[in-house]
């Protein structure tokens, strides 16, 4: 597998306050990495780090196998496209003068401006002013334009977190696409449910160091108490063991028709946060 | 690191567009054809007088209205996304430089108009203008970068407004107090120095001390900003 980012022993000290302590991950080609942590957790430095805006206190990351502060340098700059949650567009001109202007910025056609509205669900708004947009709207523009020139490699910081559900579900499916189509993503969130939804492997970051790093899916079960709960036509709710010693009482439950639905115990990415750090993702 | 013209020019599409749309910074051009207005009606001109209008276009428009372009720019947050373009820094204030120069120049050639002022060698003069303007829009990036928006750049340019756009006043007052005596040497009085010099008959072997000096300062003061751009560029 091929290592797209490689973060060794990373640490970021402002001031005399530690950002990043310790972190250590890498990002395989082709895989969607979430960084998950609640606000002040360090997301935004490491993706700052990663993208040459700013210099580590020690430790190293490397991007397509390069110091990422080389990243800087016009010419690696086409390789990948960035949204922090400061990222700007012009507001007195129209969505599409300011995609026009990275077209050139970039070199690339401007027939790709009408492609990435489309991705984004803007083609009607096209000639629409920056200032008249709401701000789901103004986020998916900002999506578009770090689509434009087909990076092969995405930083995303919290790009869902101004939207509703119905905005963060379209840009799921545009991330999702992207990523059947070979871009690796490496997106921060406080949002467990879109690391779960559209992630491979999450770590989850708090107080600058990762506390856990795994597939959501290897994470909730290595979590799952040894339990699935049975829903009975009484009302009650029975928690009963998964292994052998539970198997008599759920095949009696079945047998004398008593059930109405049976689930597995497993925590959801929030819950297992909650449990490791004692703090809720906000 | 190459050089593209391509996006330059595009850099400074966007930014006419841009400030077409922009009344406050627009509005600001008027404040040396106002003068220029007031003063057209006096009948003999001094060189002083002349380029007192001369000079306030330079620091109205090349330092007021360039600081404020580029504070928005960090204002609004989209100086970040041409930093992280292919854009290299020449591209970046190469196209934003050049609105303001076109402005600038457009705002002192329609002032010259209002007031009469004919040099004795329009291409000394012309070299001159290009040459202090290079500062002025330089001092004027510098401004904008050191601040965070457009209402603190104007805050910031004002005293800077009056030192360059007065100070050929403040000259009268370096007999009484001898520590004002580096006035001489702003690129605002060795302009209109250089100007009385041409208009007496000088030649470019007379006055290339002053295109020096001026250009010292431009030269200094890019320096300035390109390692203030390069270190904002690595601060998060
Ligand atoms: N420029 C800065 N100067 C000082 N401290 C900072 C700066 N940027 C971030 N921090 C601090 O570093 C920590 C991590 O911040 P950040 O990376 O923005 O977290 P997140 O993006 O996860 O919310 C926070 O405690 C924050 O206050
Ligand atoms: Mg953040």
New binding site residues.
């Given amino acids: 597998m091929e290592h797209i980012i490689q973060v060794k022993s990373l640490a970021k000290i402002?001031?005399n306050?530690a950002?990043l302590e310790d972190v250590n991950f890498t990002v395989e080609k082709g895989k969607t990495f979430g960084f998950l942590?609640p606000?002040?957790?360090?997301?935004?430095?490491?993706i700052k780090i990663l993208t040459g805006q700013l210099l580590q206190t020690s430790g190293e990351a490397t991007v397509f196998g390069k110091p990422a502060s080389s990243l800087n340098k016009p010419q690696y700059r086409r390789e990948f496209g960035v949204i922090t949650d400061n990222s700007g567009l012009y507001s007195r001109l129209s969505i599409e003068d300011n995609l026009n202007l990275y077209c050139q910025l970039y070199q690339v056609s401007t027939k790709r401006i009408g492609e990435v509205l489309e991705m984004v669900s803007l083609s009607e708004e096209r000639k629409k002013q920056v200032a008249k947009l709401s701000k789901g709207m103004f986020q998916r523009v900002i999506l578009a334009r770090a689509l434009l020139h087909k990076p092969a490699l995405l930083f995303l910081d919290e790009p869902t977190s101004a939207l509703d559900p119905a905005n963060s579900a379209l840009i799921h499916q545009g991330l999702r696409e992207l990523n059947k189509e070979g871009t690796t993503i490496f997106l921060?969130t406080h949002d467990m449910n879109e690391a779960e939804n559209i992630c491979d492997r999450v770590a989850f970051l708090h107080q600058g160091r990762i506390q856990l790093l795994d597939q959501p899916k290897k994470l909730r079960r290595q979590f799952a108490e040894a339990s699935v709960c049975i829903e009975l036509k009484d009302g009650r709710e029975i928690n009963v063991p998964a292994g052998p010693e539970g198997a008599k009482d759920i095949y009696d439950y079945f047998a004398s028709d008593q059930v109405v639905s049976i689930h597995s115990n497993e925590p959801t990415l929030g819950d297992i946060f909650v449990e490791l750090t004692g703090r809720k993702l906000v | 690191m190459t050089f593209s013209m391509k996006r330059m020019y595009a850099i400074f599409l966007k930014d006419l567009k841009d400030l077409s749309k922009n009344m406050f910074i627009t509005s600001s051009m008027l404040m040396p054809l106002l003068i220029a207005v007031l003063y057209s009606r006096m009948d003999e001109l001094s060189i002083d007088m002349i380029y007192l209008v001369i000079n306030l276009s330079f620091s109205t428009i090349g330092v007021f209205v360039q600081s404020a372009i580029i504070a928005e720019e960090k204002e609004k947050n989209t100086l970040r996304g041409l930093m992280l373009s292919p854009a290299t820094i020449l591209e970046i204030f190469g196209g934003k430089s050049l609105v303001t120069f076109l402005l600038t120049l457009l705002t002192i050639i329609l002032s010259a108009r209002l007031i009469d002022y004919e040099p004795s060698s329009i291409s000394l003069i012309a070299i001159a203008l290009i040459i202090s303007s290079v500062f002025y829009i330089g001092l004027g990036t510098l401004m904008g970068l050191l601040t965070k928006s457009v209402v603190e750049a104007s805050v910031i340019t004002l005293p800077i407004i009056f030192l360059f756009g007065f100070s050929t006043l403040l000259q009268t007052l370096i007999n009484t107090y001898p520590i004002l005596s580096f006035i001489e040497y702003l690129p605002n009085v060795q302009l209109a120095e250089l100007a009385k010099e041409v208009q007496l008959g000088a030649g470019i072997e007379d006055i290339w001390g002053y295109l020096a000096i001026i250009l010292v300062w431009g030269i200094g003061i890019w320096l300035l900003t390109t390692w203030f751009y390069k270190k904002k560029e690595t601060a998060?």
Wanted: a positive charge.
């Fill in positions: 402002y001031g306050q950002a942590g606000s002040g957790a360090g997301k935004t430095t490491t921060t | 998060g």
